[in-house]
């Protein structure tokens, strides 16, 4: 079959052809020079910007703009098309100027006008701007700091494992800065994490929340135009396994052939209360006391109070921070004696120490057939000047004191001597 081809150019004969085509081409030609009249119909530049301007007097009276209805406008204009059609957002400015007289905070509604960017002002003119006005908030600056606290609350009917200790909530960050518009900040008395729990807690839990503002009411406050840093915080609710430790005494300088009996040695609680990691209890069994020196132990002087040292992990949940330790030394006798016999320890290769003093009298303690047995030859005062490295001179250093020919006696008290330490082939 044969397709019938148009014949366009007798379509030309056609005197109602040509009367319709050329009313058509009219209406084209008529749109796309209305369309690019700009002396005429003002074109719509959208998106631009909007500044606010503040006055001298607002600015050194520290006032900030911290909200505006809008940012952007549209802008009408007129005028010359080869200036007009090449104008884009950022050759233009609408600005919302502070009066002068304005010198309080508050929202104000402020007209806008537009302001050329480029020097072309006088190839077209503005015919409207949308919106034409906006409404600023302008306040003084003002910056706090609050302490993290914690609200956190339990479901109702909430049952905890007695054997697990929950302790405080832990969060990341201790204070948080709260700034922005003078009013508003003033507002705000306290700044806290909320959270609740709904089930049994037998394991630390570890959660990340934002913080709340709230009035001197107690009343939540929205944020507005103020800036919270930081927003969250990571929280940590501790929970740790529960158990009871017996306490045991620890000495220093204890002689070594001394065996103090359960009847000898009296802890005041024999135990505490701890919470602690679960691998942290598996190898904890008893609790040690801090050290008792020795050479502070006599009949008399027998009952002292020590500290309760736990791991750093640990939990003193019985809030005892010191045992009393009481010494049964009633089968030990104390006796007076001179010191005369002195060694040096710890001298530095290139120096030499005499030692000037000649004799101590200290207080022996020991078991009555080791004490009544000794003789000044069994005493020897130590003269340790492991911390004299550099010196030289005429120095007092503490002593230390060894007793020979027996297992269970040591000497009562603290001692100095008189020391000169020389260099070599000085």
């Known amino acids: 079959m044969k397709i019938k081809r148009i014949a366009w150019e007798r379509a030309f004969y056609n005197n109602k052809f040509v009367l319709a085509f050329s009313f058509l081409l009219a209406l084209v030609l008529w749109a796309i020079m209305v369309s690019t009249d700009t002396q005429e119909h003002a074109r719509a530049i959208a998106e631009v910007p909007i500044t606010v301007t503040l006055p001298d007097s607002a600015l050194s009276d520290g006032m900030k703009v911290f909200s505006q209805t809008d940012t952007k406008a549209t802008v009408y204009i007129k005028g010359n098309s080869l200036v007009v059609n090449q104008l884009k957002a950022g050759d233009l400015e609408a600005v919302a100027a502070l009066p002068a007289n304005v010198t309080e905070p508050g929202s104000y509604t402020l007209p806008l006008t537009v302001q050329s960017r480029r020097t072309l002002n006088a190839a077209y003119t503005v015919d409207s701007i949308y919106p034409a006005q906006v409404l600023v908030t302008v306040d003084r600056y003002k910056e ?11 479901k109702a009917g909430y049952k905890s494992d007695p054997s697990f200790f929950v302790g405080m909530p832990d969060p990341s960050q201790d204070t948080v800065t709260v700034s922005g518009p003078e009013k508003q900040v003033l507002q705000v008395n306290r700044v806290a994490f909320e959270y609740e729990i709904d089930s049994t807690l037998t394991d630390t839990k570890n959660f990340t929340v934002p913080l709340a503002l709230f009035d001197a009411n107690g009343n939540k ?64 069994k008893e609790v040690s006391l801090e050290p008792i020196d020795f050479s502070k132990i006599n009949p008399s002087n027998n009952t002292f109070d020590a500290n309760i040292d736990l791991p750093s992990t640990c939990k003193n949940l019985s809030n005892l921070p010191t045992a009393k330790v009481t010494l049964n030394l009633g089968s030990m006798i104390t006796r007076q004696m001179q010191v005369t016999n002195f060694s ?17 009298p200290v207080t022996v303690v020991g078991p009555e057939n080791e004490v009544s047995r000794l003789t000044e030859s069994n005493l020897t005062a130590q003269v340790d000047l492991s911390d004299r490295e550099n010196f030289t001179g005429h120095t007092e250093v503490p002593v230390t004191f060894s007793v020979s020919s027996t297992e269970n006696t040591w000497v009562y008290g603290s001692y100095m001597a008189n020391v000169e330490i020389r260099q070599k082939n000085s």
Do not use: H
């Open 344 to 360: 040096v320890k710890n001298l530095s290769a290139d120096k030499t120490a005499q030692v000037y003093t000649r004799e101590i």
């Open 144 to 154: 706090k700091t609050f302490a993290v606290q914690s609200d956190v609350t339990y």
């Open 221 to 284: 406050i929205d944020r507005g135009n103020m800036t919270v840093n930081p927003e969250k915080v990571d929280v940590s609710i501790p929970v740790l396994p529960r158990a009871r430790l017996s306490l045991k005494a620890a000495f220093t300088n204890k002689p070594a052939g001394l065996s103090l009996g359960s009847d000898q040695v009296s802890i005041d609680p024999q135990e505490i209360e701890v919470a602690a990691p679960k691998d942290v209890l598996a190898t904890l």
